[in-house]
């Protein structure tokens, strides 16, 4: 080794899983990422995506300076005049049109980044936009309703304790290629080998033969979207055989008369030619639930992002909470984050309790779910002319042009904006369309440790990661953060004191804490996250309490620990976390229950035709790691999955291109048979689509692929949540 090389240790900040990498450095250059078989959380496990952090540091196409748009040229152009820029459009915007004019668009990397995570907060809370979106209504917005309804949380999300139980059900997610999501664990894969090691079993409810469903003991394949309607028969078995047991929750439940009310009508027998699965297997399924020592019944992204995206993920939690199987080990527990999340204290909106529709979207008139309209509002909010018209759009750490429903629409309305600002590393489908592109750093430049994902970890684990690279003088998105949250508040650019405003942010949550700031400010000379994660892990479960525990935890502690500090598996913490104000699980919320007849008319109704769901791989991230050479190369992944059957009817061969078309657009690609589909359900891969002109991502315009969101109608939506429906889309499909 020369003198120049070293190794640093970091959690992989990409997905849920977290990681532990080595990462091997000589001078400023990346030479190898591996495994770190000593990280206390991971042990090892790593996948294809976590080697590539060096090639994302390192891409010559990655924005690292400011840019500027004259029309169609970009301009490198120095920070005082990237502001100074920004400035000028947003005041002219909030002059001109007010600031009902403005908003914003927060993408997923900002639940991953060290500084987006605990800074976008501060963003929304200055900023005072009237409206926002996120990606939130095109992924867990009904796990977030049923939750905010349930336990008093809107982060308050039960995970399942798949390293104890014994049946492990997964509804709509394939961890084979997430790793997992609303469940941090690290090899969910090997997880389910150790279930069936200790006598266990996982059943996979999936229209695809997932990687996942492989692995596991059984696939069921069901007709997306009527997953609720499955998981009230096995509600209604329960009921019907005696087999509810709230065991420890006896008087901590309200609801369950209503439960039993629904589930009655019901029957595995009314359900099964909908969901064609067989009425023997709900009921046996029903019963493998309730006979197992302990069950975990878990629904992810194929739950949310569908026709009855809330009632699903509602009903998860129901089964889990009838059979006797929550906030116990093996069953839906609640995780024990070492550090407490600044993204989930509690919202200070809903403090009188939460109300919904309290403000409606001016052009279809949808009503705000927990603040957010549809993403689909977006483009027609945009391109609808007259009072109250968004002319300003902020985006932070996303590409809603790709992942957002009605792609088309959105991309075709993002240039009537007048001042558009991206905080983001790529010139991409979403970005090119903006006046000021405005670069965070690469994840090797920034410290890591996760804010968000330890709320539904399998374990009270926690790595701390210093930058491996240092930053440069260039500002941290945490300080890009305040400042583009004051010009969006009306304020100068020179009056914007960056450490005024951290040092209200800082207090202002420790009051969240119910903790007095005065005391705490003094203490720190450093501002920015790390002052923050000190806070939060001093004062979370295991922390020092600044002292009052000697032998608590610290930041310093996680410094010193390079591979991580480990508090155990996830314990029984219902009474810590409800927060309902009856100060019980409310079992059967009305405004959930409200949507029973929806979906009991969803029987009566014979899908017609083929639907179009989505699916992830292993080594894509959503729309943004296929500029990566290394996670491109190889077979082409962008294909349309069909049954063989269906294939057939519809004169499709391997290898040939088919159209696809559904009621908002249409698209080529080719045809991959396979029978892992079933019959009358084909899947296209999300995040594609990168053939558009005037992006700065040669290596992903060469494996362009098609964005299956031209496919997603806009008005499909969960009406409950406001989550978009990207699965079950009906689509026709023949040769191209
Ligand atoms: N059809 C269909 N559509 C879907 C889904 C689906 O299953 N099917 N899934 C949905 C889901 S679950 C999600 S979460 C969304 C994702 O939707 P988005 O969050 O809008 O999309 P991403 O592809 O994650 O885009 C991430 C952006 O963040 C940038 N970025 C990455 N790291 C950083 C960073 O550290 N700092 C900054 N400033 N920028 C960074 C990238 O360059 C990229 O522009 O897509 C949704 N869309
Ligand atoms: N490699 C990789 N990892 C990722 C991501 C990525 O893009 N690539 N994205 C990250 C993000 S942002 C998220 S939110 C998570 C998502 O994590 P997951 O939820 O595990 O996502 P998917 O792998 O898309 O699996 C969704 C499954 O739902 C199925 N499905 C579709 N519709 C229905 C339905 O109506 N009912 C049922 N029962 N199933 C249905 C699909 O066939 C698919 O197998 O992954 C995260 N991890
Ligand atoms: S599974 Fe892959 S992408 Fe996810 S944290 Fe681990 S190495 Fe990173
Ligand atoms: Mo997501």
Known sequence: MSAAARVHYRTCPLCEAMCGL????????????????????????????????????????????????????WREVSWDEAFARCETLLQGVLERHGRQALTCYIGNPTAHSFHLGRYVGLFIGLAQLPTLYS??????????????????????????????????VVMGGNPQASQGSLLACPDVLGEIDRIRARGGKTVVVDPRRTGTAERADEWIPIVPGTDAALLLAVCHVLFAEDRVRLRHLEGRVNGLDEVRALAVQFPPERVAATCRVPAATIRRLAREISDAPSAAVYGRIGLCNQEFGTLASWLVDVVNILSGNFDRGGGLMFGKPIAWGVTS??????????????????????????????????????????????????????????????????????PQLECMISLDNALNETTRHAHVILPGHSALEQPHFDDLIPLWAVRSAGNFSPAVFPPGDRPQEWE??????????????????????????????????????????????????????????????????YGERPDGLTLDHFRARPHGIDMGPMVPRLAEVLATPSGKIELAPPYITADVPRLAARLDRQAAGLVLVSRRHLRSNNSWLHNVEALVRGRERCTLLIHPDDAARCGLADGRRARVRSQAGSVEVPVEVSDEMMPGVVSLPHGWGHDKPGTRQSIARAHAGVNNNLLAPGDLIDPISNNAVLNGIPVEVGPA
């Open 22 to 73: 080595e990462v091997h450095v000589v001078g400023d250059r990346v030479t190898a990422i591996r495994p770190d078989r000593d990280d206390v959380w991971s042990k090892g496990f790593v996948c294809p995506k976590g080697a590539t952090l060096g090639a994302l540091h390192e891409s010559p196409e990655r924005v690292r300076v400011p840019l500027v748009r004259d029309g169609e040229r």
């Open 135 to 168: 990606a939130g209504t095109v992924d867990q917005w009904p796990k977030n309703v049923s939750s905010m309804l349930m336990y008093g949380g809107m982060w308050s999300i039960p995970t399942p304790d798949i390293q104890r139980t014994h049946y492990w």
């Open 345 to 414: 204290l509690p919202d200070p909106q809903w403090a009188e309790g939460v109300r919904f529709g309290r403000f409606r979207s001016r052009v279809r008139g949808a009503p705000e779910v927990l603040g957010q309209f549809p993403l689909s509002c977006l483009a027609e909010e945009i391109a609808t002319p007259g009072d109250g018209q968004l002319k300003a759009l902020i985006t932070i750490a996303g590409n809603p042009v790709i992942s957002g429903p009605d792609a088309a629409k959105l991309d075709a309305a993002l």
């Open 480 to 545: 890009i953060l305040a400042r583009l949250a004051g010009l969006c508040a009306g304020m100068a650019l020179r009056e914007i004191d960056v450490e005024a405003i951290d040092d209200g942010f800082f207090s202002a949550v420790c009051m969240a804490k119910g903790i007095d700031p005065s005391t705490l400010l003094p203490r720190y000379a450093q501002r920015g996250p790390e002052r923050l994660l000190d806070l939060q892990i001093r004062t979370g479960p295991f922390g020092d309490r």
